[in-house]
T-cell receptor, first 114, second 114 residues
Framework: AQSVTQLGSHVSVSEGALVLLRCNYASSVPPYLFWYVQYPNQGLQLLLKYTSAATRVKGINGFEAEFKKSETSFHLTKPSAHMSDAAEYFCAVSDPPGFQKLVFGTGTRLLVSP | DTAVSQTPKYLVTQMGNDKSIKCEQNLGHDTMYWYKQDSKKFLKIMFSYNNKELIINETVPNRFSPKSPDKAHLNLHINSLELGDSAVYFC?????????????FGPGTRLLVL
């Protein structure tokens, strides 16, 4: 079965600093990988996804991620944090066969200080 | 226009009661899902339906019964509610998950069992 591991349940950055949220996956087949963001008391919103096209993908709100097969990683980055980026971030992998379900990591809470 | 909507948003009830959560999507998707998010923010799939047919049932107690009257609706009925059922329940939909297409999430239903 597929799985993802998110290192760090909490990440704190200062406004304007680089954001790096880590995600490593385990997959028996080429994966589909996703990053979702959840703001307090809201649903999940897709930030970006990897579906075997370009290994570096751009998403909304200035976020990017790079798929590295050799490292089984799909880390999320943003060059300059904004206060509005404070939220819970989830990495997820589609589970074969059929890729019908998402398997989520445990989430990383991003805290942004002024 | 809300793509995936859920009602109610909040649900507070007593142990032993029966309750339903409704989900509707206006995206024209064929596949719908129910996910459960526990108090530690961990997200796990419960059910998946494709064109009104059950595809995934992830070892959920049979007190939980999904029903899909048409492909735009997927409701969740819960019998004999228990304290451990307290969680946030998210509905989601997707068109072609086998091709890595995005799952779109509703705003969630926050269930509290007293």
């Amino acid at each position: 079965a597929q799985s993802v591991t998110q290192l760090g349940s909490h990440v704190s950055v200062s406004e304007g600093a680089l954001v790096l949220l880590r995600c490593n996956y385990a997959s028996s087949v080429p994966p589909y990988l996703f990053w979702y963001v959840q703001y307090p008391n809201q649903g999940l919103q897709l930030l970006l996804k990897y579906t075997s096209a370009a290994t570096r993908v751009k998403g909304i709100n200035g976020f990017e991620a790079e798929f590295k097969k050799s490292e089984t990683s799909f880390h999320l980055t943003k060059p300059s944090a904004h206060m509005s980026d404070a939220a819970e971030y989830f990495c997820a992998v589609s589970d074969p066969p059929g890729f019908q379900k998402l398997v989520f990591g445990t989430g990383t809470r991003l805290l942004v200080s002024p | 226009d809300t793509a995936v909507s859920q009602t109610p948003k909040y649900l507070v009830t007593q142990m032993g009661n029966d309750k339903s959560i409704k989900c509707e999507q206006n995206l024209g998707h064929d596949t719908m899902y129910w996910y459960k998010q526990d108090s530690k923010k961990f997200l796990k799939i419960m059910f998946s339906y494709n064109n009104k047919e059950l595809i995934i049932n992830e070892t959920v107690p049979n007190r939980f019964s999904p029903k899909s009257p048409d492909k735009a609706h997927l409701n969740l009925h819960i019998n004999s509610l228990e304290l451990g059922d307290s969680a946030v329940y998210f509905c989601a939909s997707s068109q072609r998950p086998s091709e890595g297409e995005t799952q779109y999430f509703g705003p969630g239903t926050r269930l509290l069992v007293l």
